[in-house]
């Protein structure tokens, strides 16, 4: 069985490990540290806070841009449920808005139409590493109209005096936007370093801040250290330190550091991403482009464009004119010629929990078509030439079988 989205883990991830562990430092502190040095000079932004999830990094952000009760947040109904989840544990309201047809992200059109005096922020998502429309976001929240419905309710709210723009950028380290990588476009990015993700550091986030003047991104770094455990004023390694016992707890913060153990196999990855990480993604979803082109039947998504550069983290391929259950069939014998598929993602109109908030996906449209017609195929370091054909060969039977 050819598997789906396996981690990267050689001889020099487990060698790296191994170092760490008999550093006897595990939890956070010098790799941590240097990790998060190296991921600032890797996309050029002014600091960055590594951490256990990027769903600890989209929330902790949230909870220090001041949202809360009565706020709102745009999110794209297309996404995980992690970009919503953590505006509902604010206590803030998802405003969920559709998405475009030909590349999964954020519909610029409809952000505008959905921004009320209650917006704190937008959450765009770069859907399987290609990154949103950053320009025509930052050309709405900058409108005059736009930023005089803006209320303030916080000391940092009044500061920024505008909509932040909170990337969901799980899926997009190493994209680039208008020679830019993702990183340094939006006000804050939030990376994951999940298992699947292209960089893995086994679970993991980290927050790239890149906000404005007369922010000080160097000072929110250390406080938001400090948020991110307990609130504790010193962690372990500055405690460590001669007669450096005696701490503080300046407010009930959370837990949500990054290891040293995480962060080696980061340092790793980060040393060989672009020059071999990307480049063999790129090549497989290239591979894919190439096989895939000649039938009618198959939807591309983009990986290129005049202004952007995906990270290859997917391959979101449709098959046009199909609904939700032919899908499903065709995923069936995928998987029974030893491929397996997945599906990126259920729209969160679809899910439970939000259905019983009340949201309704036929107020979606187009997240829904994109959904019922989605397959995303494997791309992961080590699958080989072999594989990359089998798994054509198994896509094409299966959908010719499927619409015969």
């Avoid at 893995?200 to 404005?212: D, I």
């Avoid at 400090?226 to 504790?232: A, C, E, P």
Wanted: net charge negative.
């Amino acid at each position: 069985m050819i598997p789906f989205s396996p981690p990267r883990i050689d001889q020099l991830i487990i060698d790296e490990v191994i170092d760490t562990l008999k550093s006897g430092w595990i939890t956070t502190g010098p790799k941590t540290k240097l990790f998060e040095k190296r991921l600032s000079e890797y996309y050029n932004a002014p600091a960055t806070l590594c951490l256990s999830s990027a769903t600890a990094g989209l929330e902790l952000m949230l909870r220090w841009f001041g949202v809360g009760p009565g706020d709102e947040v745009i999110v794209p109904a297309y996404t995980y449920c992690a970009t919503a989840n953590v505006v509902v544990h604010c206590g803030a309201t998802p405003v969920m808005v559709d998405v475009n047809a030909h590349d999964f992200n954020i519909d610029i059109s409809k952000v505008k139409e959905a921004i009320t005096p209650r917006t704190k922020v937008i959450m765009p998502v770069d859907i399987a590493g290609f990154p949103c429309d950053y320009d025509e976001l930052y050309q709405i929240i900058y409108d005059k109209e736009i930023r005089a419905l803006f209320q303030p309710r916080t000391e940092t709210q009044q500061k920024l005096g505008r909509i932040l723009i909170l990337a969901d950028a799980a899926h997009s380290l190493g994209a680039s936007y208008k020679n830019k990588k993702i990183g340094s476009v939006a006000d804050i990015t939030v990376f994951s370093f999940h298992a699947v993700k292209n960089l893995t550091t086994a679970e993991g986030g980290a927050v790239a801040l890149n906000l404005p003047e007369p922010f000080d991104n160097e000072a929110i770094y250390r406080y938001l250290a400090i948020f991110s455990l307990h609130g504790q004023s010193k962690d372990a390694l500055a405690k460590m330190q001669r007669g450096a016992w005696r701490y503080d707890v300046i407010e009930a913060g959370y837990k949500a550091n990054m290891t040293d153990i995480q962060a080696s196999i980061g340092l790793v990855e980060l040393t060989r991403y672009d020059h071999d990480t990307l480049v063999k993604r790129k090549s497989v979803c290239e591979f894919y482009h190439q096989q895939l082109n000649k039938y009618d039947w198959a939807l591309l998504p983009p990986l290129t464009s005049k202004h952007k550069i995906s990270s290859y983290h997917a391959y979101l391929l449709r098959i046009k004119g199909i609904n939700e259950d032919q899908r499903d069939q065709i995923i069936q014998r995928i998987f029974d010629r030893d491929v397996s598929v997945n599906v990126h993602f259920q729209p969160l109109p679809l899910l439970t929990a939000y259905k019983n908030m009340g949201y309704n996906i036929k107020n979606y449209p187009v997240a829904y078509q994109n959904y019922a017609q989605e397959i995303s195929l494997p791309v992961f370091y080590d699958i080989s030439d072999r594989q990359q054909l089998q798994v054509v060969e198994a896509v094409v039977q299966s959908v010719e079988e499927v619409l015969a």
